[in-house]
């Protein structure tokens, strides 16, 4: 006969248990929360830790590159936790921990030596960061839920405090991958931002928005790093749902950059730079002078690029062959004006 109390048992212990980390859960925690409070654990530090911009990194990089950063941090908090502390993922980005017995000094320690091996984490290839808020109890006196809620105002103070600058690390660092990845694209947005740093200069634009639109032509192309690297290096023609992947990589890139202060301003220029001055490109379909100057900008210099490079599927054009295309297609997908302006001048260079 089975032993059902075993069975029972393990069937306890598997709702314990996060599925992916194989940490406990928060319902442990709870539970470890009201165990542990006693005066023999003073002093009691709780901590709690939040993955910074897991959202961003699921959403850019696809959610086994989260789910991976993830078992990585658990496996570090593992190893730093001492036999008597309690480790739970409590939320989908964030861990907490009881430490008993451990002040504030203590505390201190423990995050250092965790935020050192995150970052040093070979399996953080986006160098995403943790943030930390804990609350001791030092006596009898104190609420054990006081505690636990002052911890958590604590990280959520931390948080707000460092969000835009924790957001801009993750997105350059996006970009960074990017180009580590695709070394065509990385040349290709180093083009496109020198050409449209030339392009400010010609139509007379102040220093600022010069290099606004550099910065905007480096980044314009951040999207793709939600696309299959199968797709872009593909010799043959794009499936419909591949298409679908590339064309979508505009509103990729717009919600990757809008998502800190840093990028904002550039963001709606990546999110145009694929709409076409007849009205029928993507992805709002805008016309004409409803499109922002500088994804108009954008769109001819990064044409100009795609033409004069090698790709995968056919030969780079000349310089000439190049102009004549672009002179083709003006009026319909290029702004008149903008393709004037940089054929006069490209062409004497």
Request: with cysteine; glycine share 6%.
């Amino acid at each position: 006969m089975p032993d059902n109390t075993a069975i029972v048992s393990e069937q306890r212990e598997e709702e314990l248990r996060d599925p992916l980390t194989g940490l406990h859960n928060r319902t442990f925690f709870q539970d470890e929360l009201n165990r542990i409070d006693t005066v023999e654990h003073l002093p009691l530090t709780i901590l709690f830790c939040d993955v910074n911009q897991l959202k961003l990194i699921n959403d850019s990089m696809g959610c086994a590159t989260g789910d991976m950063l993830l078992k990585s941090i658990a496996a570090i908090f593992t190893e730093v936790c001492r036999p008597k502390d309690v480790l739970a993922r409590v939320a989908n980005d964030e861990f907490a921990m009881i430490l008993p017995q451990t002040d504030e000094p203590g505390v201190e320690r423990i995050i250092e030596r965790i935020t050192d091996q995150v970052v040093n984490d070979p399996q953080n290839v986006l160098k995403a960061s943790v943030t930390f808020g804990f609350k001791t109890r030092h006596r009898s006196d104190e609420k054990i839920r006081g505690i636990l809620h002052e911890a958590n105002q604590e990280l959520i103070r931390m948080k707000a405090s460092q969000q835009d600058i924790l957001v801009g690390k993750t997105v350059l660092m996006i970009m960074k991958t990017l180009f580590e990845r695709n070394r065509y694209e990385r040349d290709h947005s180093k083009n496109v931002g020198m050409l449209c740093e030339k392009m400010g200069r010609y139509l007379g634009l102040n220093p600022a928005e010069i290099h606004r639109l550099k910065v905007a032509g480096v980044m314009h192309d951040i999207g793709k790093i939600t696309i299959d690297e199968a797709i872009l290096h593909k010799k043959g023609k794009l499936t419909r749902a591949e298409w679908a992947k590339v064309k979508n990589h505009a509103e990729a890139g717009y919600y990757i950059l809008n998502s800190t202060s840093r990028f904002s301003q550039i963001a709606p220029t990546v999110l145009q730079h694929h709409e076409r001055w007849d009205g029928t490109g993507y992805p709002q379909r805008l016309k004409g002078e409803a499109i922002l100057l500088n994804a108009r900008i954008i769109a001819v210099v990064e044409a100009y690029d795609a033409l004069t490079s090698m790709r995968v599927y056919r030969n780079a054009m000349t310089k000439e062959e190049a102009f004549s295309e672009i002179r083709r297609c003006s009026g319909m997908q290029f702004d008149p004006t903008i393709v004037r302006t940089f054929i006069n001048h490209f062409s004497k260079e």
